[in-house]
């Protein structure tokens, strides 16, 4: 029996356990089966619609197509879209799979409880459709992201990833009160933006994603980042995500290396959110830049709640390069502050600093540029005038520093200024620009609501400094002067705007019309022209175009200058007025060579005195005009010394006019009402000019040729001449000149008189002589001349010459200063018709002389017969002449007379024949002894004719050495008569030529 039940227990046992295996292989099977049909099918409904509410009370609104429980993957959702409750304008996740993780513990005891949303394969869709929908033109793809629901309705993101566009993205964080998602007010305004309502933007936006639509990268980008917020404020996020991009171009420009991060901070309850954004990259470059190393940070802050907002910002760059030039180790910085609604900047403040920047032109070292710009908080001044008027409700401080600076050519050595804008006035000040040779100081204010401008400069620097930016004329211009010191220069001006826009010929206007400038110039040693002067200074003022110098001053050491200059570029006229007490070398520089000839022949020991003034237009020398009061003393001109010289001197369509010009001398002076150079006719005319001087000195003055000329004619005491008429610098074309000379005593040749007067008429080409008169020897010499000047060589001369009661004996004395007896009255008249000087065989002419109680016998051609008449009868050949008589014919330089007689007590001499105006001598003399006694000298002549045919000779030979042979015996019978001269003539030879007139 013991065996029986052990038996049967086993078999119960091994049947049990049959009944069991079967059992759980049933179950098993059943198993399988519901879990397939979970997988396959899904969960029924009865299970969907808890798990969905068991997510909505975490926020979140899931749709499904089917909810399966996946093995070893939970339960899984697919074909899933998700969005936060209640917001249908909020954009929804869609995905193919999201798997829910449910708390195990809880779901035994029955409870169902979403630890957890897995989405797989996400994406993002946007909330419009139809035609209103404008696509992001990045689609947020491949997202695969894991939140935990966490107790406190807080959110947990783990690993989010997704492929936003090009973009790669890893982002994680927590969210608290995620709930409250449904109830902010964001959601409309992404929908609104996604539909493309302008009004609020919409077309920025659209042109936002139209340039990332058309940006493209080299590799996938990669970012990642980190969140931080609460639900209830989704726009005070605390953000840090991070981006890698390695190249990337965009519409905008290219760039290479590029780092971005970004993080925001939530600034106090209800403040905002701050955030910083921090950008490197290698390189980067646009249309119009090409930058290397640049390294940017910007933060906004959030002031205080609604009302203000701040931002900061530092860009550096180690070099940038630009269609303009480059720069290197440049680095801006930057701060603003404005009212988020509506939103607006009330002020922004900047610095700029910049290691070396070169433009071409353009290059700077240490540059810096620091301001303010500031929304005024007061009343706006009340500005009409355009630009001003959109800039009154704004304040401006702004100042630039540049260590070293290069512009067109021109260096300077720093230069610093502030700029101001306080409405209505816009102020520069604090201006200084450092050149080579100095620095120029200046300040600016612009009165914008009467549209006016002042201005004050004051410079040290040399303006050649400036050599490139100046016009071709206005280097010209400054190339007149040389200074060792650069001038002083201050500066005030004001200047009327021209309307705005302005163009460069409303400029020109402008300052050509509205430019008013005063101020004043010092110079220290320095030249113009060559003009050299110890010291100089001016005071000058510019208005309505006219530049004006009041009182400029010229100190040399030997002399000074004042003057006040007028000048009007744009008409291109002048106007002097000057007083100087200069010498005359002092201007040599600044004279033609051609108005430099007279210099050489003057010394001087005092300056030139001068007051005057001038005007005329720049580049037409015919417009020139003006006048001056001259004074000069003590100088010597031509070796002629003067004592004084004074004139006014008055210049005008190229006449210079001396009015009463009044010369003295030691010995002498000279007066006018006027002499007048005529500069294009070249003449000079004279008006009542008298002059008391010696002709000598003066024709010394006037020039060697002059005084070679008047040589021969010389004043013992300086006689008064008188000029009036015209007188040509060269040749005698229009020659009209009338000379009244009156003095004495007077010498010429070897003729003196005590006084001679007469008139000088020269008219082109004739000099006429008239109302010559002198005492002559006792006597009276009157005549008058007319002088032809026309021939090629010599001059064609007339005259006449009448002298009466001449003591023959004075006169000879001065002809022949030997000792010699002469006496007699002469009276002669002497016309010469025709001749020129050239040849005096071609004078032509007549006259006729007469002798009263004369003794000629000393005279060799009167005295060639005393020897043989005394010889015959002692005292016969010297007989004192009663009277002479003779006319005569000039014929081609030859005197002709047949009727020469001289009639004495005891003999009567008659001459026939010609002389020669150079002496020589061919002519007859016959002696007629006893002709003129009382009674009976007819019939004594008549008696004693062949007598008289024996003393009838032939004159040959000279003036000085005539020569006489008898016609009508032979000379061998003459030697008793004339035995000393004939052994003379044995011994002596015969004259070789002939001697001088």
Not at 853 to 880: A, N
């Amino acid at each position: 029996m013991a065996g029986n039940g052990w038996r049967r227990w086993v078999r119960g046992c091994r049947w049990a356990f049959r009944a069991c295996r079967w059992l759980v292989w049933a179950l098993l099977g059943v198993l399988v089966a519901a879990l397939w049909y979970l997988d396959r099918v899904g969960l029924p409904e009865m299970l969907k619609r808890p798990l969905q509410e068991r997510v909505r009370r975490h926020g979140l609104e899931l749709e499904f197509a089917r909810l399966r429980l996946r093995w070893f993957a939970g339960i899984l959702a697919d074909q899933v879209k998700v969005r936060p409750l209640g917001t249908p304008d909020a954009p929804q996740l869609e995905a193919d799979h999201v798997r829910l993780d449910l708390q195990l513990w809880d779901l035994w005891r029955g409870r169902w409880e979403v630890e957890g949303l897995e989405v797989v394969q996400g994406r993002f869709a946007s909330v419009a459709g139809g035609d209103d929908r404008r696509d992001f033109p990045w689609d947020v793809e491949g997202l695969n992201l894991r939140i935990r629901f966490l107790p406190g309705d807080t959110w947990r993101v783990e690993e989010a990833r997704a492929v936003l566009g090009p973009v790669r993205c890893r982002i994680s964080g927590v969210l608290s009160n995620a709930t409250a998602l449904r109830q902010w007010s964001g959601w409309k305004g992404l929908r609104r933006s996604g539909e493309g309502d302008s009004r609020d933007g919409a077309g920025q936006a659209l042109d936002w994603w139209s340039w990332l639509g058309r940006t493209r990268f080299s590799a996938s980008p990669e970012m990642v980042g980190t969140f931080e917020g609460d639900g209830r404020a989704p726009e005070q996020l605390r953000l840090r995500w991070q981006m890698r991009i390695p190249a990337v171009a965009t519409p905008s420009g290219t760039a290479h290396g590029l780092l971005l991060r970004v993080s925001t901070e939530p600034g106090a309850e209800g403040t905002g959110v701050g955030w910083t954004v921090d950008a490197e990259a290698d390189r980067f470059w646009t249309g119009s830049a090409d930058c290397e190393g640049a390294k940017v940070t910007i933060r906004f802050e959030p002031d205080a709640p609604g009302h203000r907002w701040t931002a900061t910002g530092t860009v550096r760059l180690a070099g940038v390069s630009t269609r303009w030039g480059t720069a290197g180790d440049v680095q801006v910085g930057f701060e603003a502050a404005g009212n988020p609604r509506p939103w607006s900047v009330d002020e922004v403040a900047w610095r700029l600093e910049a290691g070396d920047v070169d433009g071409g032109d353009f290059a700077a070292h240490d540059l810096r540029w620091e301001g303010r710009l500031l929304r005024s908080s007061g009343p706006r001044a009340t500005v009409q005038v355009e630009p001003w008027r959109q800039w009154t409700g704004w304040q401006l401080s702004n100042g630039v520093a540049v260590g070293r600076l290069h512009v067109h050519g021109v260096g300077l050595r720093s230069v610093h200024g502030v700029l101001e804008w306080s409405p209505p006035e816009l102020r520069v000040h604090d201006l200084a620009v450092v050149l080579p040779s100095g620095a120029v100081e200046g300040e600016v204010l612009v009165h914008a609501a009467t549209h006016r401008g002042e201005f004050r400069v004051r410079s040290e620097a040399d303006p050649r400094d400036l050599d490139a930016w100046l016009s071709e004329r206005t280097r010209r211009w400054l190339d007149q002067f040389q200074w060792e010191q650069p001038p002083l220069v201050a500066i005030e001006g004001e200047l009327a705007l021209p309307p705005w826009p302005p163009t460069r010929e409303h400029w020109a206007v402008a300052l050509r019309e509205n430019l008013t400038l005063t101020g004043t110039v010092s110079l220290g040693r320095g030249s113009f022209r060559g003009f050299t002067a110890t010291r100089a200074r001016s005071g000058f003022r510019y208005a309505a175009g006219t530049w004006h110098l009041p009182d400029l001053e010229v100190e040399r050491p030997d002399g000074w200058l004042r003057a006040d200059y007028r000048v009007r570029p744009w008409q291109r006229d002048y106007e002097w007025h000057f007083r100087f007490e200069l010498p005359p070398d002092a201007f040599v520089p600044l004279l033609h060579t051609n108005q430099l000839q007279w210099l050489p022949l003057v010394r001087w020991d005092g300056p030139l005195e001068v007051e005057g003034e001038a005007r005329g237009e720049f580049l037409r020398p015919e417009t020139v005009n003006g006048q001056a009061r001259m004074r000069w003393t003590n100088f010597v001109f031509r070796g002629v010394p003067v004592r004084r010289l004074e004139t006014t001197v008055v210049y005008s369509n190229s006449w210079v006019l001396f009015l009463e010009p009044r010369v003295e001398r030691a010995g002498g002076w000279l007066r006018a009402d006027g002499v007048a150079l005529d500069l294009v006719g070249q003449r000079v005319h004279f008006t009542n000019a008298v002059c008391l001087d010696d002709p000598d000195t003066i024709a010394a003055a006037i020039g060697p040729k002059t005084a070679r000329t008047l040589a021969p004619y010389h004043f013992e005491r300086p006689p008064e001449i008188r000029l009036e008429g015209t007188v040509p610098w060269h040749g005698h074309d229009g020659a009209d000149l009338r000379v009244e000379v009156s003095g004495g005593p007077f010498r010429w040749w070897r003729f003196r008189t005590d006084r001679v007067t007469g008139t000088i008429r020269w008219q082109g080409e004739t000099v006429g002589l008239t109302n010559v008169t002198a005492p002559f020897y006792g006597g009276e010499l009157s005549g008058w001349g007319v002088f032809d000047l026309s021939p090629p060589e010599g001059t064609g001369v007339r005259f006449g010459v009448r002298v009466r009661r001449v003591n023959i004996a004075a006169l000879m004395q001065d002809l022949n200063p030997a000792p010699s007896r002469l006496e007699g009255l002469l009276d002669a008249d002497l016309w010469v018709d025709s001749g020129n000087t050239r040849d005096w065989q071609t004078w032509n002419g007549r006259g006729r002389a007469s002798l009263r109680d004369g003794w000629i016998w000393s005279i060799p051609l009167f005295g060639v017969l005393s020897e043989p008449l005394d010889s015959l009868v002692p005292g016969l050949g010297r007989s004192p002449v009663s009277s002479g008589r003779a006319s005569f014919v000039l014929t081609n330089g030859m005197v002709v007379s047949d009727d020469l007689e001289c009639r004495a007590s005891t003999m009567r001499l008659l001459y026939r024949g010609q002389v020669a105006l150079d002496g020589r001598v061919d002519a007859v003399v016959q002696a007629e002894l006893l002709r003129d006694a009382w009674l009976v000298g007819r019939v004594l002549s008549l008696a004693l004719w062949p007598v008289s045919k024996i003393f009838e000779f032939r004159i040959t030979g000279t003036l000085s050495q005539p020569r006489a042979e008898p016609l009508h015996i032979p000379r061998v019978l003459t030697i008793p008569l004339r035995p000393w001269q004939t052994l003379r003539g044995v011994f002596e030879p015969a004259p070789s030529g002939q001697g001088p007139p």
